[in-house]
């Protein structure tokens, strides 16, 4: 038995009729290698970067969703629901979590936000800012906050949509303080800022399916790098 206190340690398909496994998702180059391989993720930070439509946020939302949260946000136990429109990956999946692990979780997902602060507006509780009276980059200041606090398992789908430039740094300094409490994250990200967090882990998510890489070498940075560079050389492709 594992008692490592890790809340995720790797994340496999449960035994299906292969035929439960076909079309959308589950032709995703990425989600097929985490049918076929499984998926181990670090102890810390685990970064998915890659390209819309490249399954990076498929595989966190299903991750989540295996977990016990909301495919819409919120931590374990919010069971809101506006329209149901999460894949089915995440009842496929089944997850390896050390014995002593915590089992609280929090998933943070950009598109979603907005019912979920209607939720909890119907759910109170004592000291709740008014998330909704808050401009849209600083209610998720005030969610990481109040929620980032615990040793337990975060999910965070594209935090960066809201946030500024130094708003992302004060970010990658909640996701170190997470991680020096024992907690573990997983986080599908476009930003090269957030990516750039020592000691994370990159999967880069593509055609390939998941590999593995060093920061400098992502696709992503390199375009940020050449356009900032010269962004005539892509604006005049227009």
């Not at 398909?13 to 998926?39: C, I, M, N, T, Y």
């Not at 909301?70 to 809101?80: A, D, F």
């Not at 020096?180 to 000691?199: D, E, F, R, Y």
Request: some cysteine; aromatic content about 10%.
């Amino acid at each position: 038995m594992d008692f490592a206190p890790t809340p995720v340690r790797r994340v496999e398909v449960e035994a299906h009729d292969p035929a439960a496994l076909q079309g959308w998702p589950f032709d995703l180059p990425a989600v097929a290698q985490l049918v076929r391989e499984g998926l181990d993720l670090a102890p810390g930070v685990t970064f998915l970067v890659g390209e819309n439509g490249s399954g990076k946020s498929t595989l966190v939302e299903g991750i989540a969703q295996a977990y016990g949260l909301s495919p819409e946000g919120g931590s374990t136990g919010s069971r809101h629901s506006t329209r149901v429109s999460e894949s089915p990956l995440g009842m496929a999946l089944v997850l390896r979590r050390g014995l002593a692990a915590s089992r609280w979780g929090f998933f943070l997902r950009a598109e979603t936000m907005h019912g979920w602060y209607s939720y909890l507006e119907e759910n109170p509780r004592d000291g709740e800012p008014s998330f909704h009276e808050m401009s849209h980059g600083e209610s998720f200041l005030a969610v990481l906050e109040s929620r980032f606090d615990s040793k337990g398992f975060f999910c965070l789908d594209e935090p960066e949509a809201a946030l500024s430039f130094s708003s992302t740094l004060g970010l990658i300094a909640v996701l170190q303080r997470v991680v020096a409490t024992g907690g573990q994250v997983l986080c599908a990200t476009h930003s090269p800022v957030l990516a750039a967090m020592p000691s994370a882990r990159i999967l880069e998510v593509g055609e390939w399916g998941l590999r593995e890489a060093a920061w400098a070498d992502l696709e992503l940075v390199q375009h940020w790098r050449r356009f900032l560079d010269a962004p005539e050389r892509y604006l005049r492709h227009l």
